[in-house]
Structure formats: structure tokens, C-alpha cells
Nanobody
Framework: QVRLVESGGGLVQAGGSLRLSCAAS????????MAWYRQAPGKQRELVAR???????NYADYVKGRFTISRSSAENTVYMQMNNLTPTDTADYYC?????????WGQGTQVTVSS
């Protein structure tokens, strides 16, 4: 019964910003690990950012200083603010959590960055 619903993707010019949202139901974003992944065409899905129940955050090196993951207990939503976007950030972005002994994924939201 875990559901992750993503939003916030779109088309943006290089140097622009987007804020992705992942609204969770059936799983609390504050007590379970939450992560953002991305998958570009022809590439494997890769971890972008992760926040643990204790609040510890990890980022992929290529987004450090540009992306910020956060969460809201009131909204039960995890966010990722993405600044200074480049065309290499173009990908489908997915929200993921792990509980009830399995992975749960959102449907993905598409981010396209034009040069």
C-alpha cells in the first residue's frame, strides 16, 4: 500500500531550476530512507540523493552544491531542489523508499534541460 507520486519535472533552460516533489502514502518519509534516482536515455538508473531516517544526507558527486534533498513531515513529502541545471541532468527522475521488506518506486517525472 506504499505509493509515491512524483511531480515537478519539466523543460528548463541550462542554468535554470526545478523543484521535484515526491508525495508518499503508506510510508512515512521521516522514518524510512528516501532517495532520488535518475535514468538518462541509454544509461543505467543512478542514485542522485538520499536522506536517511536520522536526517543524514548523501549526494552523488555530480550534484553536490547544486541539488538539495529535503523532507516535510507535515506533507509527508520529500523534495529535491535542483539549481544550475545542465543538459547532462536531462533524465527521468524517480523517488524510492524501502519498507515492508521491499523497494517502492514512484512513476517518475521527466526533466529536460536545454542548452
Amino acid at each position: 500500500q506504499v505509493r509515491l507520486v512524483e511531480s515537478g519535472g519539466g523543460l528548463v533552460q541550462a542554468g535554470g531550476s526545478l523543484r521535484l516533489s515526491c508525495a508518499a502514502s503508506g510510508s512515512a518519509v521521516t522514518t524510512n530512507v528516501m532517495a532520488w534516482y535518475r535514468q538518462a536515455p541509454g544509461k543505467q538508473r543512478e542514485l542522485v540523493a538520499r536522506i536517511d531516517p536520522g536526517g543524514s544526507i548523501n549526494y552523488a558527486d555530480y550534484v553536490k552544491g547544486r541539488f538539495t534533498i529535503s523532507r516535510s513531515s507535515a506533507e509527508n513529502t520529500v523534495y529535491m531542489q535542483m539549481n544550475n541545471l545542465t543538459p547532462t541532468d536531462t533524465a527521468d527522475y524517480y523517488c524510492k523508499t524501502f519498507n515492508w521488506k521491499r523497494e517502492h518506486w514512484g512513476q517518475g517525472t521527466q526533466v529536460t534541460v536545454s542548452s
